[in-house]
């Protein structure tokens, strides 16, 4: 068959081939056609995987999102002149809130001072508790929106509005993946667009959607199997494909979001024979699966640490049910008991792996709680000030960095916006933030906007 004689509908030819892409293709080819449609402009040359800027520290990264904003003076940030004033209202804390507050409302919790390094973590974190020594936690971190959506995207991508990339997609575009048989970013757990979205970074760096709940990777990963198709077949159809693309850019020259919808679909009939190694969690020993415990985060956690093994530059794992605006002492609790023993695990894996070193994992809302009260026993969002921690990827270790005002409300000491954080990660991971650009809309655009400074005093 001549491919010139072809008649070219992308769209039609991937859903009948039977290549059995699943949702990384597909979602690289709806976007980039609907940007070539127009609905999206772009401007931005072909973007290959970059070079280091300089020496890394990580290699990949592992970020554990708690999606609501969960309560830092619960949980990392002890704060005794909250008992102290009770119910009142000084002047220090009549800030603006997204809801009507009242006065100090303290937490229920007690803190410790835990390891050698004496970092205080609450009661609702036993397990955690035992790997203060390999945290940096930083009690300073601001933001710019006190609703979820603008916060959210703020935190992932440097910005309230939903056009730009977020921060997994950046690292994807800047160093690309260690493994070319799986996706360079893997978004676990998140029906939310902006944490997995690729905006108008070439497709092949969206995040690839993962079902969690599941062991198997069939269960986990959308059409991930061709029940109909060899791989010769399959691999035929897709030199086919290839070749229409290859005659495409002859005849009309440098297409970028062709480039990057055709490497993708090369990545997802790879991934067919890959991930069955990767994202089988049945591979794993009775022991380890039981160090992390069971539930859906549990599997989150364990997948993660296999997904950055194979090669994956960047895992994301979204927890929701973190916007307590009452009944914080139950709640709360419950979210806790759900996520302790997995990062524990995470870490503890990690590190007796040897992987610590070069793994950063971070951990963090898209805001946190204030210290009054809303409903009587719930909090408000508190974009002000927060606590987010890290471990591994050459950052100090058994650390604390900032501190809120006396009550826990404003970032006061040593304060880190999340441009600045952002700035730290990339850094980091060899990346100059005001280097890693891409032109759109005619402007250099990047992860850190305008902003944004390396926290040089939590690297190791």
């Not at 039977?18 to 056609?33: K, T, V, Y």
């Not at 977020?166 to 902006?194: H, R």
């Not at 954080?421 to 005001?434: D, F, I, K, V, W």
């Amino acid at each position: 068959m001549d491919p010139k004689a072809a008649p070219i509908n992308r769209r039609r030819l991937l859903r009948n081939t039977g290549l059995g892409f699943g949702s990384l293709a597909l979602n690289a080819l709806l976007h980039d056609e609907a940007r070539a449609a127009g609905a999206v402009s772009a401007a931005g040359g072909l973007a290959l995987p970059g070079q280091p800027h300089f020496a890394a520290r990580a290699k990949r990264v592992i970020f554990m999102f708690m999606s609501g904003g969960p309560s830092h003076v619960d949980m990392f940030d002890p704060k005794p002149a909250i008992q102290a004033n009770m119910g009142k209202r000084p002047s220090s804390v009549d800030l603006r809130t997204e809801r009507p507050t009242g006065g100090l409302l303290p937490s229920p919790f007690e803190f410790k001072a835990c390891g050698q390094s004496g970092i205080e973590i609450s009661s609702l974190l036993p397990n955690l508790r035992n790997c203060a020594d390999d945290l940096c936690v930083v009690r300073s971190v601001h933001a710019a929106n006190p609703n979820h959506g603008p916060a959210i995207n703020f935190m992932h991508s440097g910005r309230i509005d939903q056009v730009h990339p977020a921060l997994g997609a950046w690292v994807s575009y800047g160093l690309g993946t260690e493994n070319q048989n799986l996706p360079g970013f893997v978004a676990l757990g998140s029906t939310f667009i902006p944490i997995g979205r690729s905006g108008y970074l070439p497709g092949e760096h969206q995040g690839t959607p993962i079902v969690l709940g599941q062991d198997a990777p069939e269960r986990m990963i959308a059409n991930l199997r061709n029940p109909r198709l060899s791989r010769d077949r399959q691999e035929q159809q897709l030199a086919l494909i290839r070749g229409l693309n290859q005659n495409h850019l002859a005849e009309r020259g440098v297409d970028a979001m062709l480039e990057a919808r055709t490497r993708a679909m090369e990545t997802a009939f790879r991934m067919q024979f890959e991930a069955g190694e990767a994202f089988d969690l049945r591979k794993e020993s009775p022991a380890t699966r039981a160090s992390y415990g069971t539930g859906a985060f549990a599997g989150a956690c364990l997948l993660a640490r296999r997904l950055v093994e194979n090669g994956v530059r960047f895992v994301q794992i979204t927890n929701g049910g973190w916007d307590h605006h009452n009944n914080i002492t139950t709640e709360l609790g419950k979210k806790c008991r759900e996520i302790d023993q997995p990062m524990a695990a995470l870490i503890q894996d990690l590190k007796q792996r040897g992987m610590l070193d070069e793994t950063l994992v971070v951990w963090g809302g898209e805001f946190g709680r204030t210290p009054v009260s809303e409903n009587g026993d719930g909090r408000d969002h508190n974009h002000f000030g927060f606590t987010m921690w890290m471990a591994g990827g050459g950052l100090k270790r058994g650390h604390v960095h900032g501190a809120t005002d006396e009550f826990g409300f404003r970032a006061v000491e040593k304060p880190v916006s999340v441009h600045d954080m952002h700035a730290t990660l990339l850094h980091l991971l060899s990346l100059n933030h005001e280097q890693l650009t891409y032109r759109y809309s005619g402007r250099d655009f990047r992860l850190t906007d305008v902003e944004g400074e390396v926290v040089k005093e939590i690297i190791a």
